[in-house]
């Protein structure tokens, strides 16, 4: 079974305070991704990898960075958070396309609150 | 500008009845659709795909229909159980880009 799992379920941060999110996932994946989801607005991409030390901007990578120095771990990185980043955040994994496969797993979230 | 939409924030079914999703796109180089399901505080996990090679796909109580002309997709659960209380996203995408996901809609079903 492929696991992708984040290193906390529920975070509490003040504003300003800089927030790294971990993400470790145990399927060799070159792909992972770092999402958010509020309601309303569904899963909005912030950053994605498709290869150690390689990153590419998502659909709102404001306010945010990212870390890939291993295949198997990829660390959202909040540079000093601010209220309007409170969330659930949500990291996926998976191969590159084969033609066969466009499956992204996900982990279980993490709910970030900015105070 | 939205490439994926799923125009009902929600839905109510009684159980036991068919549960219709809907999912409409706008990028014709969109060649992979899938759907995913969410229940709160999880992460989403993966339902169910077709490939736009394809007009159907289904995987025991769950089918998937794409209409390729009229950029339209839909996930059928027939019979509709509890269970299937979720937050369902349709997701699309082309070649090696990321998926491209709708905002969802939220699924209740009636005991």
């Known amino acids: 079974d492929v696991k992708v799992t984040q290193s906390s379920r529920y975070l509490v941060k003040r504003t300003g305070e800089k927030v790294f999110l971990e993400c470790v996932q145990d399927?060799?994946?070159?792909?992972m991704f770092w999402y958010r989801q509020d309601p309303g607005l569904g899963l909005r991409l912030i950053y994605f990898s498709y290869d150690v030390k390689m990153k590419e901007k998502g659909d709102i990578p404001e306010g945010y960075s990212v870390s890939r120095e291993k295949k198997e771990r990829f660390s959202l990185i909040l540079e000093s958070a601010s209220t309007n980043q409170t969330s659930m955040y949500l990291c996926a994994s998976s191969f590159p396309t084969d033609g066969i496969s466009y499956e992204q797993y996900f982990g279980p979230g993490t709910r970030l609150t900015v105070t | 500008d939205q490439q994926v939409k799923q125009n009902s924030p929600s839905l109510s079914v009684q159980e036991g009845r068919i549960s219709i999703l809907n999912c409409d796109y706008t990028?014709?180089?969109?060649?992979?659709f899938l759907w995913y399901k969410k229940y709160p505080a999880e992460g989403p996990t993966f339902l169910i795909s077709i490939s736009s090679i394809k007009d159907k796909n289904e995987d025991g109580r769950f089918t998937v229909f794409l209409n390729k002309s009229a950029k339209h997709l839909s996930l059928h659960i027939v019979p509709s159980q509890p269970g299937d209380s979720a937050v369902y996203f349709c997701a699309a995408r082309s070649g090696n880009t990321p998926l491209v996901f709708g905002k969802g809609t939220r699924l209740s079903v009636i005991a």
């Open positions: 990028n014709s180089m969109f060649d992979y």
């Open positions: 399927m060799d994946h070159e792909n």
